[in-house]
């Protein structure tokens, strides 16, 4: 591995001010100095040290906990310090503008702490990609993922993979070596090929997920559709219990579509409110109803809203996910209007539910129900790939064993496949030249992680 590189970094680490704390992190060689010059003297390691912290004319910023987290033993691997002053602007900025006057010290980038703590070999690239998950969680079943990636279940998981290929790929080699010395032809090649067919198979398991770690990453995607009026905007309204979007009597009120972020069951749902599907004349109204037809498109499940006042809104619209139909305005359903049933040969609506967003009846029996269809989609039991990068690499980690497993009779051929598999496997943690992937990795995090 490569050092952390040769400059000093600083940033605050905390929340934005004000607040009670903040929390300031030095990382680099020049910590030491940066303790004797701003506090007086090195600080016993790992305890923390209430001290008067100074700037270069003696004068003191603020008084506050010092810690001094000695290298390779820290987060990033290097020296670090962690101030924690009071969280105030002028606070934070003298105590920054005192570390920028130190000579050696720059402000860290996005994701500079965590790029060093890669580079210094304390993480991998999966457990880099955990904290950034962690960072930015909303739900519970996020939270979880996110800390076991970061505690690295999934570098436990490849880098075993990755050691069992190099031992098959080690034997495949040896056999060749010594191939004149004719013990037991092709016993060694059949006992590597064996472990080769059962990671081939671990593999395909592991990808066999239907995308449930991508998905929990990034939410399940549920749109509400229908014709105007239908009282869309208010479902969206309900279920954020939240007044987020316009309602007016106005068929055609909405227009962009409108998204809230729900948690059900600790599970991530984004709900999109759009406009109401008819023959608009307006520009606007076109757009807006283009809009709402590409997102039903790119949706989880469409809730398609039909109002018990409201005749028919026709067909829905050809789209491959499952449709929930909820029949809105319960409230004002009669006989009549409540016998409007959808075309009986639509399987794709496969459960319907009858509410009214005024006196709220129904609402619960349609968030159960959504929080069933999320954890349906979601729960995780096992060890999953949480990001296409993953994917992409184990699919073309299988197609490589697959080779080798064909050329079974080419050991030289199928050594060289299964070297090409564990590098895609490498590839994933990072100990595989990775170095056109850490920006894009490490730009996702905050400054001063
Ligand atoms: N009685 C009753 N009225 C409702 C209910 N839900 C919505 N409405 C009314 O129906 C009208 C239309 O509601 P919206 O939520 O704006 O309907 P929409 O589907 O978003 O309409 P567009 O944005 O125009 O497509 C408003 O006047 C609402 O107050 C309900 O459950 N009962
Ligand atoms: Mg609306």
New binding site residues.
């Given amino acids: 591995m490569v050092s952390g590189g040769t400059t000093t970094i600083y940033a605050l680490a905390s929340g934005g001010a004000p607040c009670g704390v903040a929390v300031i992190r030095v990382s680099g060689p020049r910590c030491r100095f940066v303790l004797e010059t701003m506090v007086g003297s090195i600080p016993a390691p790992r305890v923390a040290t209430l001290r008067s912290i100074r700037d270069r004319t003696g004068s003191t910023i603020d008084r506050g906990l010092v810690l001094w987290l000695p290298g390779p033993g820290s987060f990033t691997g290097e020296d670090t310090i962690e101030f924690q002053v009071h969280g105030s602007r002028a606070v934070i900025r003298a105590l920054t503008a005192a570390l920028g006057e130190i000579e050696g010290l720059r402000p860290a980038e996005a994701g500079e702490f965590t790029r060093r703590a890669f580079l210094t070999g304390r993480i991998d690239l999966t457990e880099a990609e955990g904290l950034a998950d962690l960072l930015t969680a909303e739900t519970e079943m996020q939270r979880r993922q996110a800390l076991a990636q970061s505690e690295g279940t999934l570098r436990r998981l490849y880098e075993g993979w990755r050691e069992d290929l190099i031992r098959a790929r080690a034997m495949i080699e040896a056999d060749l070596d010594f191939a004149d010395e004719e013990d037991i032809p092709g016993s060694v090649i059949d006992q590597a090929m064996a472990t080769v067919a059962g990671l081939r198979r671990a593999i395909a398991l592991h990808l066999a997920d239907d995308h449930r770690g991508e998905r929990l990453r990034s939410g399940l995607m549920v749109v509400i559709l229908?014709p105007?009026?239908?009282?869309?905007?208010?479902l969206l309204n309900a279920l954020a219990r939240r007044d987020v979007a316009i309602?007016?009597?106005?068929?055609?009120?909405?227009r962009d579509p409108i998204e809230v972020h729900l948690d059900l069951r600790g599970y991530p749902i984004t709900l999109v409110?759009t406009?109401?599907l008819r023959e608009a004349e307006g520009k606007v109204e076109r757009e807006g109803i283009r809009r709402a037809l590409d997102l039903g498109h790119s949706a989880d499940l469409i809730l398609w809203?039909q109002a018990a006042d409201l005749a028919d809104g026709g067909p829905v619209p050809v789209m491959d996910c499952p449709i929930w139909r909820v029949d809105?305005?319960?409230?004002?359903a009669t006989g009549a209007a409540a016998t409007v049933v959808v075309d009986p040969g639509d399987d794709r609506v496969v459960r319907r539910f009858a509410l009214?967003?005024?006196t709220g009846e129904g609402l619960d029996a349609l968030i159960e129900a959504l929080g069933g269809f999320a954890a349906d989609r979601m729960a995780i039991e096992t060890v999953v790939p949480t990001r296409e990068r993953h994917r992409s690499a184990l699919v073309a980690g299988v197609e490589d064993l697959e080779q080798a497993i064909r050329f079974r009779n080419d050991p030289e051929i199928a050594a060289d496949f299964l070297r090409r598999a564990g590098d895609h496997l490498g590839r994933i943690t990072g100990r595989i030249d990775v170095e056109d992937l850490l920006d894009t990795i490490f730009g996702s995090f905050c400054i001063g992680k």
């Fill in positions: 229908g105007p009026n239908a009282g869309k905007s208010s309602v007016t009597d106005e068929a055609g009120t909405t409110d406009a109401g809203a809105g305005k319960g409230d004002l009214s967003t005024v």
